[in-house]
């Protein structure tokens, strides 16, 4: 388990879409400190935090179409500033959009949570969709934050820790790792893609400037 620390996190991200169709992302207030662990396996191997002792039978209340889920990816990316295309491709890839999904580490729901990370991020039930999704935005927050946009890197801090990417100075060459990050960025720039790649990509920076009134900007051009 890698703990994250969110004192290294300075701004909220934001974002908007321009004139010319460009996805432009802006720093907000500082978000709540707190700390996060997180697992090292992939959607199919791997799994974010949870609460192993947990059980799917937990989920809360009636069983929830992928229309009421996307609805709480909506308002909970909205309320985190946290693009809801990103949401989206990290859970088609964490869990297939189940929220009953548990891994073979224990990390348990949409997002993949691990027990200590359930815990720190103040989830009582894993299996509970508005808790999960909560949790696992929070979590993607810091680390869009802390890696200055770097989508790649926190990426692969989601999948492998933050320690591992620092380590390694980027995307380390742990290959679940890197099939991960290849296959959540596939979903998120190239919807249905969804296609397995032996080798890292290009990186998918976004790249970081200052407007005219002082604004530290995140844009994807």
Do not use: C
Request: aromatic share 6%; no cysteine.
């Amino acid at each position: 388990m890698l703990v994250l620390s969110a004192k290294r996190a300075s701004a909220q991200v934001t974002f908007y879409t321009d004139d010319q169709g460009r996805r432009v992302y802006i720093n907000a207030e500082p978000p709540a400190q707190i700390k996060a662990t997180h697992s090292t396996a992939t959607a199919s191997s791997h799994t974010t935090p949870g609460a192993s002792a947990a059980s799917p039978n937990r989920a809360a209340g009636p069983p929830m179409d992928r229309g009421q889920l996307d609805k709480i990816v909506k308002e909970v990316s909205e309320r985190h500033n946290v693009d809801p295309d990103l949401v989206r491709a990290v859970i088609e890839q964490e869990s297939d959009w189940n929220p009953a999904a548990v891994s073979h580490a224990g990390a348990q729901g949409l997002m993949q949570l691990t027990p200590t990370t359930a815990q720190q991020l103040g989830v009582n039930n894993a299996f509970d969709p508005h808790q999960n999704i909560d949790a696992g935005v929070r979590y993607l927050q810091t680390l869009l934050v802390r890696y200055g946009g770097d989508l790649d890197k926190a990426l692969a801090a989601y999948n492998a820790g933050p320690g591992a990417v620092d380590r390694a100075g980027g995307v380390p060459r742990i290959r679940e790792t890197r099939d991960y990050v290849q296959r959540v960025t596939d979903r998120y720039y190239g919807p249905g893609s969804d296609r397995r790649q032996d080798a890292m990509a290009p990186p998918r920076s976004i790249y970081r400037s200052v407007d005219d009134q002082g604004r530290v900007v995140f844009t994807n051009e």
